[in-house]
């Protein structure tokens, strides 16, 4: 597939932060919802990240990089301005015709 028919990371951020807030209610410990919704709007983030090579155990087939992208959600730690408070972690299709989403739920 050519590069240029996948979805943007910023489009992938979009959905799957659209995505996140659909299913965190339902997969997050309570306080951690109220957590993340006191917090989201002074230290939030959904950022893509380099895909970590973990994800082929989690989803049972190799992961190609350039068809996937990883994107994390949480809390940026204001001191050092890196996002170490992460509630989910989601691998998401770039290629249009091939939707697909897993994620890796914080747990405590």
């Not at 992938?12 to 339902?26: K, P, Q, T």
């Amino acid at each position: 597939m050519e590069t240029s028919n996948l979805i943007s990371y910023d489009d992938v951020i979009d959905a799957a932060y659209d995505i996140f807030l659909e299913m965190a209610s339902e997969s997050l410990e309570p306080v951690d919802v109220i957590l993340f919704t006191a917090q989201f709007d002074d230290r939030g983030a959904a950022e893509a990240v380099e895909t970590r090579d973990d994800w082929s155990s989690h989803v049972g087939f190799d992961v190609d990089k350039e068809l996937y992208a990883e994107v994390r959600i949480g809390l940026v730690n204001e001191e050092n301005d890196q996002l170490d408070d992460v509630f989910a972690r989601m691998l998401i299709s770039r290629d249009p015709d091939h939707k697909f989403c897993h994620i890796l739920w914080k747990r405590d």
